[in-house]
């Protein structure tokens, strides 16, 4: 009886693991729709679970098709060990990734390699508010030392350090392009992040600092002309907040809380 129900358990895994061999690729895309809000989706996905690729987009709005928002499209292989508990996946994009990105760890904390992405800012207005009024444009990479993820419940806790690098950046809102380089660094310590804004040129500047808990980001900084500039800019710096006196110049206040 024991050697029967042993055969019988074997004869389920094995059926398991064949039938999981063959899970198609789309059944990625509600994973990624669930763990983004809605905001990302797996565009034209082709493969298996375990092999396979696609782009990323925007998740659709009613009968509207998926729109890429990065270039290239994703290629994954993710390890069927994964069923027992233990991930070892990879994740490959030569026009978006600087480098093949390795994920290892088990289902609740992973090891993420470090890696940058290039982010086209004109098609991050996908996103949704408020970047679809910015309507943002130039170039953008995103770059991570190696990371540490850990969930625990609905909660993401992350150890390490992403660096945002903008250059050459427009806004629709102003006839000045670019409006100039900027560096957001993400210091990640658990569910929360220090967050340092500078300029690395202008000529519009902004400089700040805040930090982001769950989710929610609190942020004080300036924005300013640099000097000479301060007309071209009046109108765009209107927009951003209000105005306070800091010695001889007026600069604009960025609160966000």
Avoid at 80 to 92: C, I, K, R, S, Y
Avoid at 129 to 135: F, G
């Amino acid at each position: 009886m024991l050697r029967l129900v042993l055969w019988l358990l074997a004869g389920l895994v094995t059926i398991a693991l064949t039938a999981g061999a063959f899970l198609p690729a789309a059944w990625m895309s509600p994973i990624v729709e669930r763990q983004t809000g809605g905001r990302l989706t797996l565009g034209d996905p082709q493969g298996s679970l375990w092999r396979g690729s696609a782009f990323i987009g925007g998740a659709p709005s009613g009968a509207d098709p998926v729109t890429p928002l990065l270039p290239g499209r994703f290629a994954w292989r993710l390890s069927p060990m994964a069923l027992l508990g233990q991930v070892d996946a990879d994740l490959e994009n030569a026009q978006a990734l600087s480098q093949p990105v390795r994920i290892t760890g088990s289902w609740y904390e992973w090891l993420v390699s470090p890696a940058a992405i290039t982010l086209p800012a004109e098609r991050l207005a996908g996103l949704g508010a408020p970047l679809n009024t910015i309507q943002p444009a130039g170039r953008m990479q995103l770059s991570w030392t190696p990371l540490q993820v850990a969930r625990q419940g609905a909660q993401v806790s992350v150890n390490g350090t992403m660096t945002l690098r903008m250059e050459d950046i427009a806004s629709r809102l102003s006839p000045v392009k670019p409006l100039g380089a900027y560096e957001l660094i993400m210091d990640w310590q658990g569910p929360q992040a220090r967050l340092a804004l500078k300029s690395l040129h202008g000529p519009l500047l902004l400089n700040g600092s805040g930090g982001l808990t769950n989710g929610r980001m609190q942020f004080s900084g300036k924005a300013e002309a640099e000097e000479g500039q301060e007309e071209r800019l009046a109108n765009l710096l209107n927009l951003l907040g209000q105005r306070r006196r800091e010695g001889d110049k007026n600069v604009i206040a960025l609160e966000f809380k």
